[in-house]
């Protein structure tokens, strides 16, 4: 079976090869990026098990993902999250493990505690000392909360653009559209409570957005 982002690839690279002026994202990005065929990142369950959700004055997110590795040697460096709107502050939850060994579970805290089982959870799959073989796949929730609260213009139930971007342990970048579901029933909570991170952790350092 073909691979049609792979073939789309490679007649653009056919046709800039031609003499023709294009843009090739896996050639022109920021970063260099992942072939298309290397890596499938993509959303499942359903349309609310991915969303963007009120907590506190802030926003949540739960992105449930799978992720397939077809290369024979790859390991998730990072994540990135984009939005269409500008995060001043954002992080990915941290493994509660690295925490501080004792809860099983990642949790959103504030007047209410948001907690999955950290088998449900991906975050903790961005670490290149743990490389995925050829033909792996990890699947389950990427968490992450920013400061900034939904824009007005997503009310509840909206669906919101978004990307998630993958990096490998060479900085290459795969980017993969997703969709969240706006969810603005928690408004009226307080805000989290965030506890200190201990210096030199994968943490340690805001994550960026892209385009803020």
Request: with cysteine; aromatic share 12%; net charge positive.
């Amino acid at each position: 079976m073909k691979n049609k982002g792979h073939d789309s690839l490679d007649l653009a690279r056919r046709i800039r090869a031609a003499g023709r002026a294009i843009y090739v994202a896996e050639d022109d990005g920021d970063a260099p990026y992942i072939p298309s065929d290397a890596l499938r990142v993509y959303q499942v369950g359903g349309v609310n098990e991915s969303s963007a959700f009120d907590w506190g004055n802030g926003t949540g997110f739960k992105i449930y993902l799978v992720i397939t590795n077809h290369r024979p040697a790859f390991a998730i460096s990072r994540f990135e999250l984009e939005l269409p709107w500008k995060t001043t502050y954002f992080q990915w939850l941290e493994d509660p493990v690295v925490i501080d060994g004792k809860s099983p579970c990642y949790r959103f805290v504030g007047n209410d505690i948001l907690e999955f089982e950290r088998s449900q959870v991906i975050n903790h799959y961005a670490d290149v000392t743990k490389p995925l073989s050829a033909g792996q796949s990890v699947k389950g929730f990427l968490l992450g909360f920013g400061y900034d609260s939904i824009p007005k213009e997503f009310p509840h139930g909206a669906m919101i653009p978004a990307s998630i971007n993958t990096y490998d342990q060479g900085a290459n970048k795969h980017r993969s559209p997703v969709k969240l579901w706006a969810d603005r029933m928690k408004k009226n909570l307080r805000p989290p409570q965030w506890t200190e991170r201990r210096k030199g952790g994968l943490l340690d350092k805001r994550d960026k957005i892209a385009g803020s």
